[in-house]
């Protein structure tokens, strides 16, 4: 795995899954194919958690489940090991998500005119000019008289991380 990729996806990991969806990921790699229980067992987090993780590692394509039964017991285990080949897939349609939600953004900061008090107190907020007209242009915080607020440095700001991510998806 190119390390590059490999930060990539380790930043996906913990923001899907936290820590343990790191030390969960970390011992699939080393092991190629392993059991829930001997996850839990080697990484020390419970099995139902070590489970819910798999399942959503599951749903997002990463993961594969493999069926045993053991010869013994009768009984089926489940043995998970990682889809690589499906990393990079995983990794774009992350940022897909991320760039709808960034153009969201942007068509609701360029359909807008907003108002604020102009405090730096992060309580005070800022109001669309429907809301600004609601509260008869007075901060419903504070009580400060209202005032436009341009947001032309949050579209630029938008605008060039659209453009990245559009760039790196290709
Ligand atoms: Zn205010």
Partial sequence: MASMMDEAF???????????????????????????????????????????ILYRFVNSGLLA??????????WYTFK????????????????????HRLQERLKYEEGHKFYSCGSQSSDCPRLTFEEA????????KCGSP????????????LRERIEALKAELG
């Fill in 10 to 52: 380790m930043k996906l990991v913990q923001a899907m899954a936290g820590e343990d969806g790191i030390k969960i990921v970390k011992c699939l790699l080393n092991h190629g194919e392993i059991t829930d229980d001997e996850i839990a067992l080697e990484v020390g987090i419970r099995p139902n958690d070590v489970r819910k």
């Fill in 65 to 74: 489940v493999n069926r045993f039964r053991d010869e013994k017991t009768g």
């Fill in 80 to 99: 998970w090991r990682l889809q690589l080949d499906q990393m990079e897939g995983f990794i774009a349609s992350q940022k897909r998500r991320i760039l």
């Fill in 133 to 140: 007209m609601e509260s008869n242009f007075l901060c419903p």
């Fill in 146 to 157: 209202l005032q436009f607020t341009d947001n032309q440095n949050i579209i630029n700001a």
